[in-house]
Nanobody, 125 residues
Framework: VQLQASGGGLVQAGDSLRLSCAASGRSFKHDTLGWFRQPPGEEREFVAASFRNSGTTFYGDSVKGRFTISRDSAKNTLYLQMNNLKPEDTAVYFC???????????????????WGQGTQVTVSS
């Protein structure tokens, strides 16, 4: 089972990026899929989640209205569209998949069983 995150890079404030997370080894169609990030010198934090195949999504307060999480079950791939990027969005971004069926756990790292390796996003001012 593997999650491969990609799409990170160096951009300027106000730019957009789309991260992808390709899953292999099993179908993640029914899983909760999420994005987390770890800014330099800080703890990892929740960014966004897509709860199972329900269409329900969650966002961290700092990205709400700017980031959009989506999934393509046919391709077993998760996306994170990031618009109007800010320097404080600079971080390593991780994708994750979890088998929890409890909606309230979608923001918690402990709900996720599988993690990608991370992709660096750097936003310059």
């Amino acid at each position: 089972v593997q999650l491969q995150a990609s799409g990170g890079g160096l951009v300027q404030a106000g730019d957009s990026l789309r991260l992808s997370c390709a899953a292999s080894g099993r179908s993640f169609k029914h899983d909760t899929l999420g994005w987390f990030r770890q800014p330099p010198g800080e703890e990892r934090e929740f960014v966004a989640a897509s709860f199972r195949n329900s269409g329900t999504t969650f966002y961290g307060d700092s990205v709400k209205g700017r980031f959009t999480i989506s999934r393509d079950s046919a391709k077993n791939t998760l996306y994170l569209q990031m618009n109007n990027l800010k320097p404080e969005d600079t971080a390593v971004y991780f994708c994750a998949a979890g088998v929890s069926t409890i909606l309230s756990t979608a923001r918690r790292e402990s709900a996720y069983n599988y993690w990608g390796q991370g992709t660096q996003v750097t936003v310059s001012s």
